[in-house]
């Protein structure tokens, strides 16, 4: 399964299948304090491309700067220190444990994010490219099989987890640069 985000900023944007169907939208609102971003899920239609049926809330993300952040989803208050915890050396790994009650690893990396199980890997972001020395590509998520009955975890901790790749990135404020679209209705 392959997701693309369009922009590629994961806290404004739109993901949508190969298909071009809208399964998922982010918004973040604006705020001096704590900024939260919402996770739509949507019901694509068969019929027209980029409009939905309908939509829910599948989730929001809680940034905090001096505390862990919380993810709301599937009606509880995740703290992000007990939920997906750092691991490794140089923190450089989140790990959650699945639906399934099995334990997945992102390992974040300079450019992109792995999500790994038993070390096989079972999802990888590849990020945008402009084609200078290759096929330029739309930043995408390839989800596969084996995680595929949980995508909008998948989808969801993925979300978090490149967020905190960027933040060390990018300067502060840049995806408020990039205002949320709202799929079509």
């Known amino acids: 399964m392959k997701l693309t985000f369009k922009p590629p900023h994961v806290r404004n944007t739109l993901i949508t299948n190969e298909q071009g169907h ?76 699945g639906p399934d009650g099995l334990l997945y690893k992102w390992k974040i990396g300079p450019r992109e994010c792995i999500l790994m199980h038993d070390g096989v890997e079972v999802a990888r972001h590849h990020p945008l490219n402009l084609g200078f020395r290759k096929a330029g590509h739309e930043a995408y998520l390839e989800v596969f099989s084996p995680v595929e009955h949980m995508v909008d975890l998948v989808v969801l901790t ?16 840049t995806d408020r640069m990039h205002a949320p679209i709202e799929p079509a209705n």
């Not at 993300?61 to 691991?87: A, C, D, R």
């Not at 993925?158 to 404020?173: A, D, T």
């Open 158 to 173: 993925f979300i978090y987890v490149e967020k905190l790749r960027r933040g060390s990135q990018e300067s502060p404020g």
């Open 22 to 97: 809208v399964l998922y939208s982010t918004s973040t609102s604006f705020s001096f304090d704590t900024r939260v971003t919402v996770v739509k899920k949507h019901v694509p239609n068969e019929f027209n491309i980029g409009k939905v049926e309908s939509s829910e809330i599948l989730a929001e993300i809680e940034w905090h700067t001096f505390s862990s952040s919380v993810i709301k989803y599937n009606g509880m208050n995740l703290v992000t220190s007990q939920f997906i915890p750092t691991k490794g050396i140089l923190g450089r790994r989140r790990v959650f444990r």
